[in-house]
C-alpha cells in the first residue's frame, strides 16, 4: 500500500515556538544539559540549563552531545526542571536548515489525539464518532478506543534510529536491548480484544526521515517476530505515521499501514 501524503499537511501548533539550543551532556536518562549561549530579546534562560528529557530510554544509540536541540518551557514554577528537551537534530548546529527528529513519547498520545480528532487517519478509523482514552484492556490500559470498536495502541521507537547518521555523530557502545515484554503484552491484549472488538491497531509514530519502521533486532528479536506473526494473523494492524517537528508545531506528513516487518 502506497503511503497516503497530504496535499496539506494537517498541523498541530505549540503554544509558543521552541526555542533552540545545544545538547552539552546527557547526566541521566532523565536530564540533558543544554547551552542556549546568550539571552535572547525576550529575555529567556541564558547559558547553561538544565533540562527535562522525555525519552528515558536510548536515543538511537547515538551520543548526543553537541547536537542542536529544541525545547520548550512549560513555565510551571513547580517543576524542578521547566524545560523539556522536544527534538534534536544530527545537522551541525550552524546549519541553517534543519530537520528536527523528535523524542517525546509523551507527547504522541497527545498528537495523535489531535488528528485523530480532525479525521486525519481516516484510512484507520473510517468517520470518528467518539475517542477515548486510556481505555483498560486485560490487565494494561490501551492508549484508544475509537467509535467503541477500534482499540489503537501508540508506540514511538526510539531505541534504534532507522536512518543515515552522519558520520562526525558518535554512537553509543553497543548494549543488549530486551524490553519487549510490555509492547508484546499489548500486542497479545489487542489480539485477544478482537473477541468483543472489530478491529485492533498498533500506530507506530516517527519523528524523522526513515525507510519504514522494522523492529529492533535485539537479544528478544525471534520473539518479538513470532508475537507480531501471530498477532497479525488474528487481525491485529500495523500502521506507521511519518510527523515533522519544527519550531512551530508538529505536522502529520503520511500514515500507511505496514505490509513488510
Known sequence: MEPRDKKQHLFLPFPEPL???????????????????????????A??????????SRIG??????????VSDSHSPKRKMPLTVEAYSLQQPDDPDKHWIGINQ?????????????????????P????RREVPLGDSRLDFLVND???????????QMQTDIPPYVPRLPEAPFSSTERSLRHLRELAASLADHERAAVLYCLYYDNFGFRFYHGTTYEEVLATVD??????????????EVTPAGVALKRYYELEEW
Open 19 to 45: 526555542r533552540e539550543g545545544v545538547i552539552l551532556a546527557r547526566p541521566n536518562r532523565f536530564i540533558m544539559d543544554v547551552d542556549f549561549g546568550t539571552a535572547d530579546e525576550q529575555g529567556e534562560p
Open 47 to 56: 547559558g547553561i540549563v538544565r533540562c527535562h528529557c522525555p525519552a528515558v
Open 61 to 70: 544509540g547515538l551520543d548526543l552531545a553537541g547536537r542542536p536541540c529544541l
Open 106 to 126: 509523551n507527547a504522541s498520545n497527545r498528537y495523535v489525539e489531535h488528528f485523530l480528532r480532525e479525521g486525519a487517519f481516516a484510512a484507520i478509523t473510517g
Open 128 to 131: 470518528v464518532r467518539t475517542v
Open 149 to 159: 470498536d477500534l482499540h489503537l495502541e501508540v508506540k514511538t521507537p526510539l531505541v
Open 230 to 243: 501471530a498477532c497479525r494473523a488474528a487481525g491485529v494492524e500495523l500502521w506507521q505515521a511519518d510527523f
